[in-house]
């Protein structure tokens, strides 16, 4: 079966059942190669998605939140026999010290790990939106809103950028066609 390349956007707010299940690979840590190759697809279509399509960003935000979530409610019930023994070993171990600094070291790692990338698309387009203020602008922020009256027409800024982001992600050179393959 040859693969497809998909070249149209879905619309806003609707992936498709094969989208769904791109999300759901790619949460589970397939790369895009890996997904591309399990839903018979090209791998630049998933790059495409997982750069540039709000929705389909969103719903990986989602998904990788709610695997993690699953993972932290275990290690959390862990954590009590955990501190008992770390507790018994600061009391009596010959390396308190040691324990104690992995101790502190575990607890800014356990929190630096959840995920906290934005959930919806919306939030995604108000990124890109941050992005392009900051490269237009530099330090001109507070020229920002005449800027926008200007540059944008009729359209508001999130119109602009979306339709941007749907350009992107049926253009075949926003990703690469070779070289590494971000997960």
């Known amino acids: 079966m040859p693969k497809i ?4 956007a879905p619309a806003p707010a609707e992936l498709s059942v094969i989208q769904l299940n791109a ?6 840590g397939e790369s895009d190669a890996e997904t591309a190759a399990t839903l018979n697809i090209h791998r630049i279509t998933v790059c495409r998605w ?17 695997v993690w979530g699953s993972a932290l409610d275990k ?7 955990a501190v008992d023994v ?9 390396d308190r010290a040691e324990v104690a600094l992995n101790v502190l070291k575990l ?3 356990a929190i630096a790990v959840v995920p906290n990338d934005p959930t919806t698309p919306e939030e995604y387009v108000r990124e890109a ?22 540059s944008f027409g009729s359209e508001t800024p999130a119109e602009a950028v979306r339709g941007r982001l749907a350009a992107l992600a049926a253009d075949d050179s926003a990703c690469p066609t070779s070289g590494h393959d971000e997960q």
């Open 5 to 8: 390349e998909s070249k149209t």
């Open 23 to 28: 999300v759901d690979l790619l949460a589970a």
């Open 50 to 66: 997982r750069n540039h399509l709000p929705e389909f960003k969103a719903a990986l935000a989602r998904q990788r939140r709610a």
């Open 75 to 81: 290690l959390r019930m862990l954590l009590p026999r």
């Open 86 to 94: 770390l507790a018994a070993e600061l009391d009596s171990g010959e």
């Open 107 to 109: 607890a800014g790692a």
């Open 129 to 150: 939106i941050a992005a392009e203020r900051k490269a237009r602008l530099g330090d001109r922020e507070g020229e920002l809103d005449d800027l926008i009256a200007s």
